[in-house]
């Protein structure tokens, strides 16, 4: 898992290169390390979180729309292998909708 902007999202039909590399990781991450939980296994319709972390110093700013500084822009995308979906949100328990 690796960060990719909106723009990325709109330029790539598939945000994987051929090597298997997230088409974003070349400019924006190129060797940031990235951690991600999730359960070894799970049952068919089961629920499960997955937890990803990208370590950065949150003192970095980046320069906002309106010209102030404010916080880096730090997200992922996890690519669910063939068979797998997000849950319904009648589906999704009451403690991980409030996280």
Do not use: M
Not at 45 to 56: G, Q
């Amino acid at each position: 898992a690796t960060a990719f902007p909106i723009y990325a999202q709109q330029a790539y039909a598939n945000p994987l290169e051929a090597n298997g590399r997230i088409a974003c990781a070349n400019c924006h991450l190129a060797q940031k390390p990235v951690e991600i939980e999730t359960p070894q296994a799970v049952l068919p319709n089961s629920v499960f979180e997955a937890v990803v972390k990208i370590p950065y110093d949150l003192n970095s700013k980046q320069v906002l729309g309106s010209g102030s500084r404010g916080g880096l822009n730090v997200g992922a995308v996890v690519i669910l292998p063939e068979g797998f979906k997000l849950a319904p949100a009648n589906q999704i328990p009451e403690e991980v909708k409030k996280k």
